[in-house]
Nanobody, 120 residues
Framework: QVQLVESGGGLVQAGGSLRLSCAAS????????MGWYRQAPGKQRELVAS???????NYADSVKGRFIITRDNAKNTMYLQMNSLKPEDTAVYCC??????????????WGQGTQVSVSS
C-alpha cells in the first residue's frame, strides 16, 4: 500500500504564494513520475505540472513562469511552489505518484486533495 499526504493549501490574496507538498510512504521500491493536478468547480481536472525521476518537468501553459515543481527523491516527496497566484488558480489540488512497490508491482496513487483559494 502506498499513501500520499498533501499539505500546504490555503487562502491567499492574488499575487501571493503558496507551497504544496506531497509525501509518499509505504511499500515503495521506486517512484517514476510525480504530478500535480487541479480541479475547479464545474471544470474538468487538469494537469498542472509533472516531474520525472531525473527532474524533467512539464507545465500547463496557464502556470508556466509562475509555478515550480520539484522533488526530493530521498524523501519520496514532491513540492509545488506557486507564485503570483491568480483567482483562476482556485481549485482542489491533488498529487499523483506512479512507481513500483517493493514486490515490483506498479502503483498509481492519488492524494486526498488540498484546497487552494485565491481572492481578488
Amino acid at each position: 500500500q502506498v499513501q500520499l499526504v498533501e499539505s500546504g493549501g490555503g487562502l491567499v490574496q492574488a499575487g501571493g504564494s503558496l507551497r504544496l507538498s506531497c509525501a509518499a510512504s509505504g511499500s515503495i521500491f521506486g517512484i517514476n513520475a510525480m504530478g500535480w493536478y487541479r480541479q475547479a468547480p464545474g471544470k474538468q481536472r487538469e494537469l498542472v505540472a509533472s516531474i520525472t525521476y531525473h527532474g524533467t518537468t512539464n507545465y500547463a501553459d496557464s502556470v508556466k513562469g509562475r509555478f515550480i515543481i520539484t522533488r526530493d527523491n530521498a524523501k519520496n516527496t514532491m513540492y509545488l511552489q506557486m507564485n503570483s497566484l491568480k483567482p483562476e488558480d482556485t481549485a482542489v489540488y491533488c498529487c499523483n505518484v506512479r512507481g513500483l512497490r517493493r514486490d515490483l508491482s506498479g502503483f498509481d496513487s492519488w492524494g486526498q486533495g488540498t484546497q487552494v483559494s485565491v481572492s481578488s
